[in-house]
């Protein structure tokens, strides 16, 4: 749909449309009338990221009590949920001393580890630590090289900075997540309320705080919103930025070979590669040619690694009494998410109408994830853009997110020890939110495959108007009618 028809589209208003926001309405005034008019500067876009702002704030206020005891009570970093990688990081890996991530001297690799997450968030995390130290007054880090990492810990002055370095974070963690919910807000015109379902998700509440993973958010919903503009270059740019960040925005590639496959849009798919891969190269460029053996160390830890918190591998080990070597998870999981890949490419390719990309994103994140070597709690960020667009009803999201839930609890009370049975053995009650959060995921991702394949369940498609069922949207594909091309809807 070009910018130009935007005075012809109709906004599908939540209290109308979704039978729980209806409920849920009726403490104010219930739902909106016919004869409704608008507020004239609280727009939908301004709503949703008032409501962002909020629930990010409410995020940061439950991690008060680590903050306040500077993160420095283990058990309290359990008991009240509120841990959190950054303050740790600031001194395990450098940044105190104010260190390049990719450093090829050997006094910094004798003390520090490599940052073992790609480039983009090394290098953000080292922007934050520059940042860091001119608020704190430019101090001397010279005297720090003499220091060990636990005197760093248990250095006041440093310790101070990590809270700042942590404060510093937050802010463009907040940043990232209104940039997310704007551009959520944009990707389908007639539903910018969808984005609601993202700006007060309890996954955004609780687990924006925990690590980096926001950034890639940001990245993934811009892609989102670049397609729906129909404009591939962007869209790929954005791609390579997010997969700089993390792994998991290059699935959506898959989406678009579906989408563009089925339009035979083959132009704009190789367009998109290539500024992905661009994108993702220049941007790994200073790190690579800094040290390519530090550069390869997020590749070569993830490869090396076992199994870990929240992966079903975890469980099966615990239950089974056994270990599972990390070269025979790896190549389980790849097999696993090989054919899950092409499960999605055939459900793609034969549904009535061509999948909108969230649905097709959704579904490919979610099965890397289902077999992954760690599962962290903040990871159901990667899922919260395209779930929430994929599949924008609020029994559906708040069903998936109580799994979320309940395992950011549980995760927690495991590490700390409360959930181990009083006559000792194996943590169960562990294993079950493990198993709940996974049957939430795999429900949502069953609801949101039943859309693909029977599209008039999918709430996205439901109730165009007139215009809208004549332009065939999506687009038709060739060989069949066609009275207008619009983008396709996300």
């Known amino acids: 749909m070009s910018d130009g028809d935007d005075a012809r589209v109709t906004e599908v208003r939540p209290t109308s449309d979704d039978p729980i926001a209806a409920a849920l309405s009726r403490g104010i005034g219930g739902p909106v009338g016919d004869r409704a008019g608008r507020h004239p500067w609280w727009t939908p876009v301004r709503v949703v990221l008032a409501l962002t702002a909020l629930c990010f704030a409410l995020g940061l206020a439950q991690k008060g009590p680590c903050y306040s005891s500077q993160w420095t009570d283990s058990q309290a970093r359990y008991s009240d949920m509120c841990y959190s990688d ?28 490599v940052m073992e997450y790609p480039v983009g968030i090394s290098y953000y995390a080292y922007g934050a630590a520059y940042v860091t130290h001119w608020l704190s007054g430019s101090p001397d880090v010279t005297p720090r090289g003499g220091m060990s990492q636990g005197q760093m810990y248990g250095d006041h002055a440093i310790v101070r900075e990590s809270l700042l370095f942590t404060a510093v974070n937050a802010v463009g963690f907040g940043i990232c997540a209104l940039i997310a919910a704007g551009l959520m807000s944009g990707v389908n015109r007639r539903r910018p309320w969808d984005a609601v379902l993202f700006a007060v998700s309890p996954v955004l509440l609780f687990d924006g705080l925990i690590n980096w993973d926001l950034l890639a958010v940001a990245c993934v919903a811009g892609v989102l919103w670049a397609h729906a503009r129909d404009r591939p270059l962007l869209t790929g740019a954005l791609i390579g930025l997010g997969t700089a960040l993390k792994l998991y925005p290059l699935f959506l590639l898959g989406g678009l070979v579906v989408i563009w496959g089925r339009q035979r849009r083959w132009r704009d798919l190789a367009v998109a590669v290539a500024g992905g891969a661009a994108t993702w190269a220049v941007v790994n460029a200073p ?63 034969r549904a009535p109408q061509s999948p909108r990309l969230a649905q097709l994103g959704f579904l490919l994140v979610l099965g890397f994830l289902l077999v992954n070597k760690v599962y962290s709690p903040q990871y159901a960020l990667w899922l919260l853009p395209l779930a929430v667009l994929a599949r924008p009803r609020w029994r559906d999201q708040l069903i998936w997110q109580a799994g979320e839930v309940y395992y950011f609890a549980s995760v927690w009370w495991y590490l700390g020890g409360f959930l181990n049975p009083g006559g000792g053995g194996e943590p169960g009650f562990y294993w079950l939110a493990v198993g709940l959060r996974l ?23 439901a109730g165009r108007g007139p215009a809208e069922h004549l332009s065939l949207w999506p687009p038709a594909e060739p060989g069949r009618l066609s009275l207008g091309r619009t983008p396709d809807p996300v």
């Open 86 to 113: 950054l303050p740790y990081l600031y001194v395990g890996r450098g940044f105190a001393e104010l260190d390049w991530p990719y450093s090829d001297s050997l006094d910094v690799r004798d003390r520090y580890d």
């Open 287 to 349: 790190g690579y040619l800094s040290s390519p053996h530090d550069w390869n160390v997020f590749w070569s830890f993830n490869a090396k690694r076992g199994a870990d918190l929240g992966s079903v591998w975890l469980v099966a080990q615990q239950m089974f009494g056994t270990t599972y070597a990390p070269h025979t998870i790896n190549i389980v999981s790849w097999v696993f998410f090989s054919l899950w890949c092409a499960g999605v490419l055939v459900l793609g390719l």
């Open 439 to 461: 049957a939430a995921q795999l429900y949502l991702g069953v609801v949101v495959a039943r859309d693909i394949w029977f599209p008039q369940h999918d709430v996205v498609r």
